[in-house]
């Protein structure tokens, strides 16, 4: 009988000592979650603050409340329905947005990860001397760049055709700042990826091709994710080459046009149509995210484990 109260004691101090200390945890636990909501106010705001001034018929430039007197969408129709002066439609525009985002997009990826892969699992002469000339274009500004592209680019003319003044030059030029991040990023992933499972796969008669397409691509798909995710917002989002390069109004983007709605003073913009144009401009990223968040986490899930 002594015996089991002596045993039963310890457990007992445990079990109080464990009571005592739920109320720091619970208060640890409060004082993070109204953290975490301070910090989720702090981001939603300026957005909320968007969307009121885009259904604001008074066109303030700082609207007094989140629900605005009168509220309404007329400012999305006007977007939608002439975004600028010139005789250019929206859909137009985002046309021109979405081709330079996709080029972009796939040829980053495309080569990216094909020079990522050479340079991850391949020996050949010069490999060193090429990667830190990769990692010396990474590091400059991407600005410093478009005096000799708009050079380069300006060189090619087939007949009335142009290359820097449309929307490929564009393309290329932007193409040429993403890929030293491309393939910095998806060769330090490559390499974590064991090459036993390529040796096993040679073993059993594949060749190095197949080893890429079925066993590389399929394990790199987060990485292949965050590059084309990344690609496509810089695609989407690009102003400065394309305000340089191009000169035809049917060639803008929708950056352009939501530049030129600003005006000289700040009583000569119309906030409301500004604050609709840059929500609608907002939405393409958001979607692309929302459909690449799923590879982005779940390919973390993807191993060369059978059964």
Do not use: H
């Not at 457990?11 to 004082?31: D, E, H, M, N």
């Amino acid at each position: 009988m002594t015996s089991s109260v002596k045993v039963a004691a310890p457990a007992v101090a445990r079990s109080a000592a464990a009571t005592r200390r739920r109320p720091s945890g619970l208060g640890r636990q409060l004082a993070l979650q109204i953290l975490c909501l301070v910090i989720g106010l702090t981001v939603i705001f300026p957005v909320l603050w968007v969307v009121a001034m885009s259904v604001d018929p008074r066109n303030l430039q700082r609207p007094d409340s989140l629900f605005p007197p009168g509220a309404t969408l007329d400012a999305y129709a006007r977007v939608l329905a002439k975004p600028t002066q010139n005789p250019v439609s929206f859909l137009q525009l985002a046309g021109n947005s979405l081709f330079l985002a996709v080029v972009i997009t796939v040829a980053s990826v495309t080569i990216g990860v094909l020079a990522a892969y050479a340079f991850s699992r391949m020996t050949f002469r010069g490999r060193e001397a090429l990667m830190i000339g990769i990692l010396a274009v990474l590091m400059l500004p991407a600005v410093a760049t478009i005096a000799p592209l708009f050079v380069s680019l300006n060189k090619i003319q087939i007949g009335t055709f142009n290359l820097r003044n449309s929307l490929l030059g564009v393309a290329i030029a932007i193409v040429s700042s993403q890929l030293p991040f491309a393939i910095w990023n998806m060769k330090g992933y490559l390499d974590t990826i064991p090459k036993e499972l390529e040796e096993a796969a040679i073993v059993d008669g594949a060749g190095r091709f197949q080893t890429f397409i079925r066993i590389i691509l399929p394990l790199a798909t987060p990485v292949l994710a965050v590059t084309a995710l990344f690609a496509f917002i810089a695609g989407w989002t690009e102003f400065i080459i394309s305000w340089i390069f191009l000169t035809k109004p049917e060639t803008f983007t929708l950056a352009m046009a939501l530049n030129g709605m600003v005006g000289q003073y700040a009583s000569s913009t119309p906030w409301s149509d500004f604050a609709a144009f840059a929500i609608l401009f907002a939405f393409p990223p958001i979607v692309a995210y929302a459909l690449l968040q799923r590879f982005i986490v779940g390919g973390l899930t993807v191993g060369g484990v059978k059964g």
